[in-house]
């Protein structure tokens, strides 16, 4: 009898406890993955100086505070660099595919947070001044 109370106090301390800690989202915020998965290569404000970035990198980070560079891109074109890395969009390969890791939900949040670090929506004339800047048969 003594033990069965004793166990009923346990269960209902447990119970008590469970339901007093906070509750925590697994959902991770745009910003939380841009920390955790591209702060190393564009910096924890975005600005192309994470601690992977050399300047013997044949390609540099971007630097995704610039309106003027991330203009250039529409958000479908971003959402494909960041699904399947910059390859797909004839940038570098060292921007590496995120496809497997995050969701498409958390790629278009990425992409709208990018859009809250330039301050910037897509612009075709930047796209097409980016073009004419290439030299021809580059990638
Ligand atoms: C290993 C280093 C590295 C990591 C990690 C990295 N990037 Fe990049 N990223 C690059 C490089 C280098 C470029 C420039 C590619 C080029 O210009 O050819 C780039 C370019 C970009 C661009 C501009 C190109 C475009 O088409 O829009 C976006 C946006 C971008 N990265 C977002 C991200 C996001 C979001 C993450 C994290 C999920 C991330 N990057 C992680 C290296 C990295």
């Known amino acids: 009898m003594r033990r069965a109370l004793q166990l009923g106090l346990i269960i209902l301390l447990l119970l008590l406890l469970q339901s007093a800690a906070p509750r925590t989202s697994v959902a991770a915020t745009a910003e939380e993955n841009f920390r955790w998965f591209c702060a190393q290569c564009h910096g924890p404000e975005g600005r192309g100086d994470g601690v992977n970035h050399t300047p013997d990198l044949p390609v540099q980070p971007r630097n995704l505070t ?24 004839d940038l570098s390969a060292i921007m590496p595919p995120w496809g497997d890791r995050l969701s498409e939900a958390e790629i278009r949040e990425l ?29």
């Open 66 to 89: 610039d309106p003027k560079d991330v203009g250039q891109f529409s958000d479908e074109e971003m959402v494909a660099t960041i699904t399947k890395g910059g390859a797909v969009n």
């Open 111 to 139: 992409v709208r947070f990018i859009r809250g670090l330039c301050g910037c929506q897509f612009d075709p004339a930047l796209k097409s001044a980016a073009q004419r800047a290439k030299p021809p048969g580059s990638p």
